[in-house]
């Protein structure tokens, strides 16, 4: 995660008059991780982030925003086309060195556009539990392969693979290959609404109480 980003998480969570000892209570993580992950000693893992930006009623999108950026509820004012370069995505790191790379230019309030690669050997997960958030998730596979646990059913994507789902149902994504899985992800808010509320993930991810401890 980019310093800006952990100021942004250190900030909500100050706004929102939770201490680290509560607030690392409410996530199920340690309060030295907490800290560690505010002062950029140690990335989250994927769920990790999940619980912390529910608890804290925030959005991915306002995590990766650039300075200077704004994101809020309501219509959109966005020109007819955006271009956004490799160099200018904003990205989020992950513990297990899962990489989030946003393809818009900026937070948009009615989908999570982004460009995954999970290294292999990595998941969405540091124990393996399963995660869960609100929206609507599309995938499509472009490059390695990449196993997504759903529920009770496993499923295993190739190149050119493609799945959808309703992102309340506990899933794991796991790379179990030795090369790099890729591909392009797309969270949609579920309910016709826009804005921050509608996109915010449930509270907690399933594995929540057991994961990330130092």
């Known amino acids: 995660m980019e310093p800006e980003a952990r100021a942004r998480l250190r900030t909500a969570r100050t706004e929102a008059k939770l201490s680290v000892r509560e607030l690392s209570r409410r996530v199920g993580i340690s309060p030295s991780m907490l800290s560690q992950i505010e ?126 789902f309703d992102s309340a149902v506990p899933h794991l994504y796991v790379n179990e290959s030795d090369e790099p899985a890729s591909g392009l992800w797309h969270v949609v808010a579920v309910g016709g609404a826009s804005g921050t509320e509608s996109r915010t993930p449930a509270r907690r991810p399933a594995d929540a109480q057991q994961e990330d401890r130092p």
Do not use: K
């Open 39 to 164: 002062n950029g000693h140690c990335e989250p893992s994927v769920a990790t982030l999940y619980a912390l930006v529910s608890e804290l009623s925030i959005s991915f999108d306002q995590l990766l925003a650039r300075p200077g950026a704004e994101y809020g509820p309501g219509p959109l004012a966005t020109p007819a086309a955006s271009v956004v370069t490799p160099q200018e995505r904003a990205v989020l790191v992950m513990d297990s060195g899962v990489t989030w790379e946003r393809l818009t230019p900026s937070p948009d309030p009615l989908v999570d556009a982004l460009l995954v690669t999970y290294p292999p050997g990595s998941s969405s997960s540091t124990n393996g539990g399963l995660m869960r958030h609100h929206g609507r998730e599309y995938g499509f596979l472009m490059s390695g392969r990449l196993t997504v646990r759903l529920g009770f059913e496993t499923y295993s994507l190739e190149p050119g693979s493609s799945i959808s």
